[in-house]
């Protein structure tokens, strides 16, 4: 059994709706509830690329660069994109989690007949 991540949940959810899947209200819950037990290691992830950039950024000011100068050194590095990159994985998985705990009910009210 492959190990349940963030990004394997989140795939299978863009696969489910590129193959025009139907997902049923249990299915949403579901993946609300893993996404929301599992953002913390992405939160961990998003903390350790943040220290990384906090220290590169430290170590060209004490170098003698300026504020400025280190900030647009960091900015071109690639653990400054790792760190935005996780920063916007973070907010797509808090906004799935939103809009599958809405699908579920609209899914769940559907199929009683109240929609």
């Known amino acids: 059994m492959d190990t349940r991540t963030c990004n394997s949940i989140i795939d299978y959810f863009n696969n489910a709706v ?18 929301n037990s599992l953002i913390g290691e992405e939160h961990d992830k998003y903390f350790e690329a943040e220290q990384q950039c906090a220290r590169f950024k430290a ?31 973070i907010s797509q998985v808090e906004e799935f989690v939103r809009l599958a705990k809405k699908q579920a009910t609209l899914k769940d009210n559907e199929m009683l007949g109240y929609v």
Do not use: C, N
């Not at 193959?19 to 893993?34: D, T």
């Not at 170590?59 to 920063?87: H, N, W």
């Open 59 to 89: 170590a060209l000011i004490s170098d003698g660069d300026s504020v400025a100068s280190a900030t647009a050194k960091l900015e071109a590095e690639d653990i400054y994109r790792t760190m935005r990159r996780q920063k916007a994985f």
């Open 18 to 35: 590129r193959e025009k899947e139907m997902i049923g209200p249990h299915r949403w819950m579901e993946a609300a509830l893993f996404l």
